[in-house]
């Protein structure tokens, strides 16, 4: 059971530059997030998707975009990468069914991001 | 969005119990309270949630006010490896599931 997988683990990027993180899940869950943790600070919610079609900005939205094409996958796109974007960067999911509200959250094991 | 407040830090000796509490005195009637934990260098992961009664499992209890106002989570016997910063977050029965994290308090555990 592979749970929340997020790829790459590590990235230098160069100042300009994009690239999509990606995050996929085999549970069938409904909600998938993502969320950035700078060094010593807390998680800042960036995107959230409660489901296929459907996604609605957090709390730090600017500067990246997301797609919930599917159930299983919610890639995170950075467009023109800036040094405030340097975090690391989590992916979780939670929800299956009607009682899905009552889910917790499973949590992938992070993309450490570099713009230098 | 409903907020949570939690102190910054906290230090507790290992095999002994530890108190983490936990505020939120605008919750809504149906939001449930759940608790996380990150350890050094993970992505956090879940520890319990409750709605209105006190919960136990297996890593620890959570207690929970009459008047839903704060939440107590307890750890029965700390060990080192409780060693972590221990989030505490309001999750709406439905809705848009906005799942905002605080500060969170920092857990050091002394040998």
């Known amino acids: 059971n592979a749970g929340v997988t997020q790829t790459p683990k590590f990235r230098i990027l160069k100042i300009g530059q994009s690239m999509t993180l990606q995050c996929a899940q085999d549970m069938n869950h409904n909600y998938m997030y993502w969320y950035r943790q700078d060094p010593g600070m807390g998680l800042k919610l960036i995107y959230y998707s409660v489901g296929a079609g459907i996604t609605d900005k957090g709390e730090v939205p600017n500067g990246y975009n997301v797609s919930r094409s599917t159930t299983e996958d919610f890639p995170l796109r950075l467009e023109l990468a800036a040094p405030s974007q340097t975090s690391v960067y989590f992916c979780?999911?939670?929800?299956?069914?009607?009682?899905?509200?009552?889910?917790?959250?499973?949590f992938g094991n992070g993309t450490r991001l570099t713009v230098t | 969005d409903a907020k949570t407040t939690q102190p910054n830090s906290m230090e507790s000796n290992e095999e002994e119990p530890v108190h983490l509490p936990c505020n939120h005195s605008?919750?809504?009637?149906?939001?449930?309270i759940h608790w996380y934990r990150q350890l050094p260098s993970q992505g956090p992961e879940y520890v319990i949630h409750g709605l209105t009664s006190n919960v136990n499992n297996r890593m620890a209890s959570l207690a929970i006010a009459e008047d839903r106002k704060s939440s107590t989570l307890i750890l029965h016997r700390a060990t080192l490896r409780d060693a972590a910063v221990y989030y505490c977050i309001l999750r709406a029965l439905q809705g848009a599931q906005k799942l905002v994290f605080g500060q969170g308090t920092r857990l050091t555990i002394n040998p």
């Open positions: 605008t919750i809504s009637g149906t939001d449930y």
């Open positions: 979780a999911s939670s929800g299956q069914g009607p009682l899905s509200y009552n889910s917790p959250l499973h």
